[in-house]
């Protein structure tokens, strides 16, 4: 097996902190992609590519979950594996349109509020909300990305395709994984995923909301690890 290349890609309103402790505690040498510079996933997926050299495995969570795909639809050659964590490989829904359009017009016009603690308990499980530092974590990445990082990550989404045909053709290895409790992506679209691949592993983390990586860092840690020994 070629040498490759982790690359981490956060999802909406998040940055390099939602993969800090995997990156600590995997060996291998990786990157980390910021999502809020481009306006459409296909760009972000190309912007991406050549961020890096040779062989690379995407490890999106959520909207970077759309972009690994995209990466995976553009350049299947270039991956050696990947992960999705806590996302789907559906388009937007009307419903799910409608509010992001309604979202990113508020922003335009100086009512964005970033992640609030009232939106908290559709990002993190129960448990998860009684821990201070961890919505702390959460809000300091919203504010990091900002009005602008946001309309244009909302944007991006919005243009993003089905991917389920990707999936289909996909034989590299793939981790899919969702925390039973995440009410944004819950786990029938991970086992979705997971159904269409060829070469798929399905890891569902219990009581663990949609931010798996900052929720249970660890067990995240060690399905990339089981990954990266089936990439070998």
């Known amino acids: 097996m070629q040498p490759y290349t982790p690359i981490f890609i956060p999802g909406l309103l998040c940055n390099e902190l939602l993969f800090a402790k995997q990156r600590a505690a995997?060996?291998?040498?990786?990157?980390?992609?910021?999502?809020?510079?481009?306006g459409s996933i296909?760009?972000?997926?190309?912007?991406?590519?050549?961020?890096?050299?040779?062989?690379?495995?995407?490890?999106?969570?959520?909207?970077?979950?759309?972009?690994?795909?995209?990466?995976?639809?553009?350049?299947?050659?270039?991956?050696?594996?990947?992960?999705?964590?806590?996302?789907?490989a559906r388009e937007d829904s009307e419903g799910s349109r409608m509010q992001r359009l309604q979202a990113i017009e508020l922003a335009k016009y100086n009512g964005f509020q970033g992640v609030t603690r009232h939106l908290?308990?559709?990002?993190?499980?129960?448990?998860?909300?009684?821990?201070?530092?961890?919505?702390?974590?959460?809000?300091?990445?919203?504010?990091?990305?900002?009005r602008l990082g946001f309309?244009?990550?909302?944007?991006?989404?919005?243009?993003?395709?089905?991917?389920?045909?990707?999936?289909?053709?996909?034989?590299a290895p793939l981790l899919v994984l969702c925390g039973t409790q995440d009410v944004l992506t819950p786990p029938p679209l991970s086992a979705e995923m997971a159904n269409l691949a060829t070469d798929s592993a399905l890891c569902l983390l219990d009581n663990v909301g949609h931010l798996s990586s900052l929720e249970a860092?660890?067990?995240?840690?060690a399905a990339l690890q089981e990954l990266f020994k089936r990439i070998g």
């Open 42 to 88: 296909t760009e972000m997926a190309k912007a991406a590519l050549n961020e890096c050299e040779g062989l690379l495995v995407p490890i999106g969570l959520s909207m970077g979950g759309y972009v690994a795909l995209e990466i995976a639809r553009i350049a299947p050659d270039r991956v050696a594996g990947m992960a999705l964590l806590s996302t789907n």
């Open 151 to 171: 309309v244009k990550q909302q944007t991006a989404i919005l243009g993003r395709r089905d991917q389920a045909d990707t999936l289909v053709d996909f034989t």
């Open 26 to 38: 995997l060996p291998q040498k990786s990157q980390i992609f910021d999502t809020s510079r481009h």
């Open 120 to 146: 908290m308990p559709r990002l993190l499980s129960k448990t998860a909300l009684a821990d201070d530092s961890l919505v702390n974590d959460v809000l300091a990445m919203a504010a990091d990305i900002g």
């Open 217 to 221: 860092p660890e067990a995240v840690t």
